[in-house]
């Protein structure tokens, strides 16, 4: 999320005393990009009316795609130093097993960064049990993960990027997940 994104939170926040919410809108752009886009807002109505505007111009609608995604929790963490690199991989899974986390990824072997997949309602408590593993905790995030991608022509992709760009642009938006496959 944009540095001023955050900033402008945290100054509506403070200045107001607003309690914002949290709304998920799920979008279909170009007829076979789903997007789900994550909101924290006081003035949902006020957001969603401006939203469409942008896709209404943009080729893009509100509509069900939340079958799409599975919805999932993650923590990466980097190992305890008594973690052996050769037992890495069987020590985390243990570990896993211990807090909770329905699976694990070794992000970064050579700094033992490890991503512990989880349900998003254990997020925090399998943070909290990370923690206590003495796991040193770098990021969580309940996240929403495509179940399949699309590949894009160029021409699809330079105006979903537009369109993903004015989205983020949005106050009040914090995240955008879809299913485009990435280019690397």
Same mark, same amino acid.
């Given at each position: 999320m944009p540095n001023a994104t955050?900033? &402008?939170?945290? !100054? !509506?926040c403070t200045a107001q005393s607003v309690e914002l919410k949290?709304? #998920?809108?799920?979008?279909?752009?170009l007829d076979q990009v789903n997007v789900i886009c994550v909101l924290y807002t006081d003035r949902f109505a006020q957001?969603?009316?401006e939203m469409a505007?942008?896709?209404?111009?943009?080729?893009?609608?509100?509509?069900? #795609?939340? @079958? &799409?995604?599975?919805?999932r929790g993650f923590v990466e963490a980097i190992a305890p130093a008594d973690v052996k690199s050769d037992d890495l991989l069987s020590m985390?899974?243990? @570990?896993?097993?211990?807090t909770g986390a329905e699976d694990i990824e070794v992000m970064d072997e050579n700094n033992r960064l490890i991503r512990f997949l989880c349900g998003p309602r254990d997020l925090d408590k399998v943070k909290k049990e990370l923690e206590k593993l003495n796991?040193?905790?770098?990021?969580?995030?309940?996240?929403?993960?495509?179940?399949?991608?699309? !590949?894009?022509?160029?021409?699809a992709l330079e105006a979903y990027e537009k369109l993903k760009e004015?989205?983020?642009?949005m106050e009040g938006v914090e995240d955008i997940y879809d299913n485009v496959e990435m280019n690397e």
């Amino acid at each position: 999320m944009p540095n001023a994104t955050i900033q &402008g939170i945290l !100054k !509506k926040c403070t200045a107001q005393s607003v309690e914002l919410k949290k709304y #998920t809108l799920e979008i279909k752009a170009l007829d076979q990009v789903n997007v789900i886009c994550v909101l924290y807002t006081d003035r949902f109505a006020q957001l969603k009316m401006e939203m469409a505007t942008i896709l209404r111009k943009n080729f893009a609608l509100f509509f069900d #795609t939340m @079958h &799409g995604f599975d919805e999932r929790g993650f923590v990466e963490a980097i190992a305890p130093a008594d973690v052996k690199s050769d037992d890495l991989l069987s020590m985390c899974t243990d @570990h896993a097993i211990e807090t909770g986390a329905e699976d694990i990824e070794v992000m970064d072997e050579n700094n033992r960064l490890i991503r512990f997949l989880c349900g998003p309602r254990d997020l925090d408590k399998v943070k909290k049990e990370l923690e206590k593993l003495n796991y040193s905790v770098e990021h969580s995030e309940h996240a929403y993960f495509p179940k399949s991608t699309i !590949k894009l022509n160029p021409e699809a992709l330079e105006a979903y990027e537009k369109l993903k760009e004015k989205l983020k642009a949005m106050e009040g938006v914090e995240d955008i997940y879809d299913n485009v496959e990435m280019n690397e």
